[in-house]
């Protein structure tokens, strides 16, 4: 794989996933519920067909972001331990992706056959509000710092790092009963630091300087 396809697909899993899983949802269903144990609210977001296929497309970022991730590790020397560490967790992050995107699905279908929600909506709020936002920092800081050792570009080098801890952060805005605008700082730096990193790489760029 070269680094411009591979750029490329990073390119096309940022386009999925503001698609088909910020945008297509709001103009569905409005704004997403999130840190709520109020079954109403929940049903009636989800009670549109619309939102039980639409992660099926968002599903195939998994291989597309796996692609992004080979290509930012063959970017870097083969013994830099931070892409290392950041190719391994981006890739670990792929099955928490699919799976919230599978439990989105099927809270839709629950929503629309009226079957229960809420045990379903926790495990989905508390998997993908939490839990993902400590492996998207992980992977965010790694490659910053990488850049930041090899004399990568120093905005992306800040955009991950600083966007990592700012993802920390939203690790526990679920539990803080913090308002969903809260993370949004954090998950546009993300979506801007993804759009980045696959310009980059399509350019053809690498780093292959040493400390």
Known sequence: MTWRSAGAAGLLAFALIVTTGIVGPIVVAGQRVSGTMDEAAVRAYYAH?????????????GPLIVALACGMRASFPRDDEASQAGFGIMVAAVPG???????????ATLALSGQPLMPTFRLWDVFYNSAMYLLEAGYMIAFGLAFLRHGGPRWLAW????????????????????PDAATLPGNVAILTWLAGISVWLLRGSRVTATP
């Open 49 to 61: 067909d619309a939102l039980a296929w639409l992660p099926a497309l968002e599903c195939l970022t």
């Open 159 to 178: 955009l991950g790092i600083v966007g990592g801890i700012v993802q920390l952060l939203n690790a526990s805005a679920l539990w803080l009963h913090a």
């Open 97 to 107: 992706y699919l799976l919230s995107a599978a439990l989105g699905s099927t809270l």
